[in-house]
């Protein structure tokens, strides 16, 4: 057990819809980073968070955003949704964004139907 | 951007044998990072490198970092079947910027 808890596990939702992916940090760790993760593919980073604020971006779609709340929960956005939205997607957490090894929760698996 | 390869995509091992996969950053990097992720699993961290140069072991893996600080290896001796999974590379720039992984390695290993 990592510690990074990720909810839901499992989601199956319609194209067009919105859905929220919930990730909390392990106990101490300030800094979050989001994954996604398609069938058989590397991981591609979607954005970093510290302490509340946005740290690094990359990949993302402007239909997907994220945040960081004061309790150092985040929450990984996803609207308009399209069928290759379809993927596994990561949250980890640090305890500082750099230098550090980042610990990764068992993910969000989004079907899109 | 930042980019980091990874090779060979996939690698098949004999059972006994050894094996090394090659991990190469577009840009120098602070760090390099290690992680392993078994079928249906999550990634989970190996070693992370730091030095110009740095050669570390885990037991039969052995990871090094360049000296440029822009490649990375992972050697994996005397292959078991619990090696099976994908093996990521992830670099990270100045420190704090985001942590970039390779397209990864997929071990299969033949008994």
């Known amino acids: 057990d990592s510690g990074v808890t990720q909810t839901p596990k499992h989601l199956i939702t319609a194209t067009g819809q919105r859905v929220t992916l919930r990730c909390s940090p392990r106990s101490g760790d300030l800094s979050v980073y989001w994954y996604q993760q398609s069938l058989d593919q590397g991981l591609q980073f979607l954005i970093q968070y510290y302490n509340g604020e946005e740290r690094a971006k990359g990949n993302i779609l402007e239909r997907f955003s994220a945040q960081q709340f004061p309790d150092l929960h985040s929450e990984l956005n996803l609207s308009s949704l399209e069928l290759g939205d379809s993927a596994l997607y990561f949250c980890?957490?640090?305890?500082?964004?750099?230098?550090?090894?980042?610990?990764f929760g068992q993910g969000t698996r989004l079907t899109v139907v | 951007g930042q980019q980091v390869m990874q090779i060979p995509q996939y690698q098949h091992v004999q059972e006994g044998e050894d094996f090394t996969t090659y991990c190469n950053s577009s840009?120098?990097?602070?760090?390099i990072q290690w992680y392993k992720q078994r079928p249906g699993g999550h990634p989970v961290f190996l070693i992370q490198l730091v030095k110009s140069g740095e050669v570390k072991k885990q037991k039969r893996l052995t990871f090094q970092f360049g000296e440029a600080k822009k490649n990375s290896s992972l050697h994996i001796t005397a292959t078991q079947t619990t090696d099976v999974g994908t093996y990521f590379c992830a670099g990270q720039g100045a420190a704090g910027n985001k942590l970039t992984f390779g397209g990864g390695t997929r071990v299969l290993v033949k008994p």
């Open positions: 840009t120098t990097l602070s760090n």
């Open positions: 980890a957490s640090s305890v500082v964004p750099g230098g550090t090894e980042a610990f």
